[in-house]
């Protein structure tokens, strides 16, 4: 298993757009990686019609997406046609590569067997993983599904979006956070740091402690 902040391991496998090197694919951008039990399943279908949905938008931020499961590549793409055909995709190229792991070498490296979802094929089907790595190639988040539940798209565009601007400002955000909503100031600066940091202002919020650490600032840009 990778932990967050370590290197993300390379590998080299095939795709519905040919041989991938996975460093040299994402070098310089982030990336989600999406893993899938099988490919002509209803969940996944449905899965992989909302990942084709938000990966162009994602792709402008400097976000690309690739998702990998234990089919081959000629399955993978005939199952194209119908993720397209229930999602209502049209045509045009599929705007992020699906990998073969054949062999399960990925699936077991990464700790993603789920050994409660047997495929058709009665071998362990790969679980339904999300990792986000970073232009430092660095695992930045990572969760794990069973293959009954489907993953929510949404959540993982919320994700996104928060990792996009606390990598770049020292701000956290909260629960339920959503883009252009306050952030949190992190608490290690000070209240002159952090005045001179975000102009649009610094509103501290009182509690019962008395301690200044719940510091909102408009969502920087």
Known sequence: MVVLGE???NFE?????????????IRGSWCILLAHPSDFTPVCTTEMGAAAKMAPALLRRGVKMACISCDPVSSHKTWIEDIRAYNGLGSGPFPFP???DEERQLAKKLGMIDPDEPRFDNKPATARAVFIIGPDLRLKLSMLYPGTTGRNFAEIQRIMESLLVTAKHKVVTPEQ??????CFVVPFLSMEEAKDMFPAGVQVHPVPSGKQYLRTTPMPN
């Open 7 to 9: 290197i993300f391991p």
């Open 13 to 25: 496998a095939e795709s519905t757009e040919g041989h991938i090197r996975f460093h040299d694919f």
């Open 98 to 100: 699906i990998i073969s």
């Open 177 to 182: 956070w959503q883009v252009g909503e306050k």
